[in-house]
């Protein structure tokens, strides 16, 4: 019997076009994401523009809050998807984000938070 030496698991050019295709999926997402983000923004900016000169009743004004806090969650959860992959690839500093996309306030402070009320159920594939 004849030992033969290991077989490396990793070649230079396997190992640069496993580095491409990481970078590729990065890139996607963070597009995926960004865009993902613009959605659900310019969904929240749309209902204030809507609803600032509303003058309903009380149940009204309550089903307007419910559903104004339900975007404010849902773009605070995109910003955090978002952030949380920029980081992945490296970007570290959140605040041209910020700039670049005008992300509210509100949104800003609800980013990474959860609220079970709001939030939908995860659904099994």
Known sequence: M???PPRPSSTPQRQDALDYEVAREQASTL?????????????????????????????EEAQTR????RLVHEASNALWCFIIQ??????????????AYNVPVDVQNR???FSPAISRPIAAN
């Open 111 to 113: 980013m990474g938070t």
């Open 66 to 69: 419910a559903l104004r806090a």
């Open 31 to 59: 597009g995926r994401l960004g865009r993902a983000l613009e959605r659900a923004l310019a969904a929240l900016s749309e209902f204030d523009r809507a609803h600032s000169a509303d003058e309903g009743g009380a149940n």
């Open 2 to 4: 004849t030992l033969r």
């Open 86 to 99: 920029r980081e992945a690839c490296g970007l570290r500093d959140p605040r041209p984000v910020l700039r």
